[in-house]
């Protein structure tokens, strides 16, 4: 059984910096295909970004690229989402996600098998 576990999550001011992680059980983060999609109150799920699990090329949304930055780590089994220039805009839980069917950064959520609890991600004065 998968399992998805995301901390790091908090307050932060407009402007400022905030990362988020998620832990995954097994060999989870370094060998499918993971993603990180927040969702807002009153809102649908959205993509952020996407990491494939081979070395291809990394997809994020257009509202979040050049801001946010999504990286894995294999021998902590982990994904990050390190977040700049937050904007009020960026509140919500942010959702990590795994496939292990998938070979390239997919956008769609019902792609991904597997899903974390989430974390709120609040951005406000």
């Known amino acids: 059984q998968v399992q998805l576990v995301e901390s790091g999550g908090g307050l932060v001011q407009p402007g400022g910096s905030l990362r988020v992680s998620c832990a995954a059980s097994?060999?989870?983060?370094?060998?499918?295909?993971m993603a990180w999609f927040r969702q807002a109150p009153g809102k649908e799920r959205e993509f952020v970004a996407s990491i494939p699990r081979n070395s291809g090329a990394i997809a994020y949304a257009e509202s979040v690229k050049g801001r946010f930055t999504i990286s894995r780590d294999n021998a902590r089994n982990t994904i990050t989402l390190q977040m700049n220039s937050l904007k009020r805009e960026d509140t919500a839980v942010y959702f990590c996600?795994?496939?292990?069917?998938?070979?390239?950064?997919?956008?769609?959520?019902?792609?991904?098998?597997?899903w974390g609890q989430g974390t709120q991600v609040t951005v406000s004065t």
């Open positions: 996600a795994a496939s292990p069917s998938l070979w390239t950064a997919v956008a769609r959520a019902s792609m991904y098998d597997y």
């Open positions: 097994e060999h989870t983060a370094s060998v499918y295909t």
